[in-house]
């Protein structure tokens, strides 16, 4: 991420903690038949990562995926087959966001994502084969879900 990207992000994250207190986000591992995990490339930081975004006031944690998905993937998620995987405190963001990951084996891919301005590609990779940008936690995500590890704490 650069600093530029740093910067923005903790300027969001200012925002919001005057106007929510505490944030929380909510992450997918959607994981095909084919053990192939979907992910999205944003237009304004580095890296491949699991679809996802901030919940927002009035919202379920699975509504946001359910909603996030869509967004970022054209991907509608089930959201009554969804599991959670775990609740994560996530540092890199600020001393107040929490990301809560859920697994998605049920879903439908509605069409291929077209590009826009947050959302740069999206696309559906082998897990033993993730593109060589795949972030770090996005990596030890997979790796616990794959492996039957337990979540860590943080993300």
């Avoid at 986000?25 to 995990?37: K, L, P, Y």
């Avoid at 107040?96 to 859920?102: C, E, T």
């Avoid at 082998?126 to 879900?145: K, M, N, Q, S, Y």
Wanted: hydrophobic share 40%; glycine share 10%.
């Amino acid at each position: 991420m650069t600093r530029a990207q740093r910067l923005l992000m903790r300027g969001a994250h200012l925002v919001w903690r005057v106007t929510r207190g505490m944030t929380l986000g909510v992450r997918g591992a959607a994981i095909d038949g084919q053990n192939r995990v979907c992910l999205i490339r944003h237009t304004y930081v580095d890296g491949w990562h699991l679809p996802g975004g901030g919940v927002e006031p009035g919202e379920t944690a699975l509504d946001a995926l359910t909603r996030e998905f869509q967004e970022e993937a054209e991907v509608l998620i089930d959201p009554g087959a969804a599991r959670l995987h775990g609740v994560y405190f996530n540092t890199l963001a600020s001393r107040r966001d929490h990301v809560v990951l859920y697994v998605a084996r049920t879903f439908t891919v509605r069409a291929a994502k077209v590009p826009d301005r947050e959302i740069a590609e999206a696309g559906f990779f082998p897990l033993d084969a993730l593109p060589p940008e795949t972030t770090r936690a996005t990596r030890a995500r997979l790796a616990e879900i794959t492996r039957g590890l337990p979540p860590a704490t943080h993300w």
